[in-house]
């Protein structure tokens, strides 16, 4: 009896996510030196609740080489995993924000370094547009940054500072995260470091001081041999951690100083309250404190939106009490008034009539 062969299956690494297909290099060139396959994704991951993030290793079956197709059937087990933007297995991230045009926001840096400390993975911070202010301004940043926790850079596009010293940290292996604001050249870093990349740019809105968004999608590009460096959309507004207990562990500054010493309640928010080993006296507590109040708002308007949700949906609200019944409803209840009468009218007839036979 012939066996069946079975059916080809390749391994390869996402590098791209375009709507609903992805661009997967391969581990080893297919037919005709073929190294990349546009893919579509097995119905049965999606049933399964598996998404398909940049960086994920995967294995690729229903190969049609004279179309440059394929189809993602399974994929390896994730090593860690930055939600926003999308990208797995990352080695180190890398959170660049301008130091003029647009101006630096305190917070919004804060917020982005929240998002990269959530990896778990080493984080280096990175000035960019260094040229638009004077020297003493930008070590002036640096040396804060260092202060919070962070190893940090000051870079020049136009004059090269500092590039060489970022390029030698991007060549190392693994895959490595750009992420911050839009406009403060994320993509131009990257036409620095590879040329050969010549990657869309655009300057900063003049009358708005924002950025403009170039980068449309995440996508890999090798820096060196087993380097890889994702390039991504900016966005304004990074995400804050789901509850509140959860944000301080975010911050190097709480980390090092519960290292000292252990804080009286195991559900210390660190507001300076009693008994608290971290204290006050850090520089980004009002950051911290901000951060903790925009969670407490969140948590609101969630609150808010799932109880109208449960109202509009028959729960126990006071929109299900005033709802009007359906027609049908009414009309069934007329009618059973009306039967309700007639029987009501026929026994009180028979009363009367049997009180005047007794009579």
């Given at each position: 009896?012939?066996?069946?062969?079975?059916?080809?299956?390749?391994?390869?690494?996402?590098?791209?996510?375009?709507?609903?297909?992805?661009?997967?290099?391969?581990?080893?060139?297919?037919?005709?030196?073929?190294?990349?396959?546009?893919?579509?994704?097995?119905?049965?991951?999606?049933?399964?609740?598996?998404?398909?993030?940049?960086?994920?290793?995967?294995?690729?079956?229903?190969?049609?080489?004279?179309?440059?197709?394929?189809?993602?059937?399974?994929?390896?087990?994730?090593?860690?995993?930055?939600?926003?933007?999308?990208?797995?297995?990352?080695?180190?991230?890398?959170?660049?924000?301008?130091?003029?045009?647009?101006?630096?926001?305190?917070?919004?840096?804060?917020?982005?370094?929240?998002?990269?400390?959530?990896?778990?993975?080493?984080?280096?911070?990175?000035?960019?547009?260094?040229?638009l202010v004077s020297p003493a301004v930008a070590a002036d940043w640096c040396r804060r940054a260092g202060a919070w926790g962070y190893e940090a850079l000051a870079l020049?596009?136009?004059?090269?500072?500092?590039?060489?010293?970022?390029?030698?940290?991007?060549?190392?292996?693994?895959?490595?995260?750009?992420?911050?604001?839009?406009?403060?050249?994320?993509?131009?870093?990257?036409?620095?470091?590879?040329?050969?990349?010549?990657?869309?740019?655009?300057?900063?809105?003049?009358?708005?001081?924002?950025?403009?968004?170039?980068?449309?999608?995440?996508?890999?590009?090798?820096?060196?041999?087993?380097?890889?460096?994702?390039?991504?959309?900016?966005f304004n507004r990074p995400e804050l951690p789901g509850e509140a207990i959860h944000l301080g562990p975010l911050f190097p500054e709480i980390r090092r100083r519960l290292?000292?010493?252990?804080?009286?309640?195991?559900?210390?928010?660190?507001?300076?309250?009693?008994?608290?080993?971290?204290?006050?006296?850090?520089?980004?507590?009002?950051?911290?404190?901000?951060?903790?109040?925009?969670?407490?708002?969140?948590?609101?308007?969630?609150?808010?939106?799932?109880?109208?949700?449960?109202?509009?949906?028959?729960?126990?609200?006071?929109?299900?009490?005033?709802?009007?019944?359906?027609?049908?409803?009414?009309?069934?209840?007329?009618?059973?008034?009306?039967?309700?009468?007639?029987?009501?009218?026929?026994?009180?007839?028979?009363?009367?009539?049997?009180?005047?036979?007794?009579?």
């Open positions: 009896m012939a066996v069946e062969p079975k059916p080809l299956r390749l391994s390869g690494l996402v590098v791209s996510l375009l709507a609903n297909y992805c661009w997967v290099e391969l581990d080893q060139p297919g037919s005709s030196g073929t190294t990349r396959l546009l893919c579509t994704r097995r119905t049965r991951l999606g049933k399964s609740g598996q998404t398909i993030a940049v960086g994920d290793h995967v294995w690729l079956e229903g190969i049609d080489w004279p179309a440059g197709r394929g189809a993602v059937a399974a994929l390896e087990p994730r090593d860690g995993l930055l939600e926003r933007p999308a990208v797995a297995n990352v080695a180190r991230v890398v959170v660049v924000v301008a130091l003029a045009e647009p101006e630096l926001d305190p917070l919004q840096l804060t917020r982005f370094l929240l998002t990269a400390e959530a990896t778990g993975r080493p984080v280096l911070l990175v000035f960019s547009k260094a040229d020049s596009i136009q004059t090269g500072q500092g590039l060489e010293r970022l390029s030698q940290r991007l060549r190392e292996p693994g895959i490595a995260v750009l992420c911050g604001p839009s406009g403060v050249g994320k993509s131009s870093v990257l036409n620095a470091l590879c040329p050969e990349l010549g990657l869309r740019v655009a300057a900063v809105s003049g009358r708005l001081q924002r950025g403009r968004h170039t980068t449309r999608h995440v996508e890999l590009f090798q820096l060196a041999p087993g380097a890889l460096m994702a390039d991504t959309p900016g290292e000292a010493g252990c804080c009286r309640f195991k559900n210390c928010l660190h507001l300076g309250d009693p008994g608290c080993a971290v204290g006050v006296d850090w520089e980004r507590y009002p950051l911290y404190s901000q951060c903790l109040g925009d969670l407490a708002g969140q948590s609101g308007r969630q609150a808010g939106r799932q109880a109208e949700r449960s109202n509009r949906s028959g729960g126990s609200g006071l929109a299900s009490h005033l709802r009007q019944p359906s027609r049908r409803l009414q009309r069934q209840q007329v009618l059973d008034g009306e039967s309700l009468g007639q029987a009501d009218g026929e026994s009180e007839g028979d009363l009367e009539r049997d009180s005047e036979g007794d009579s």
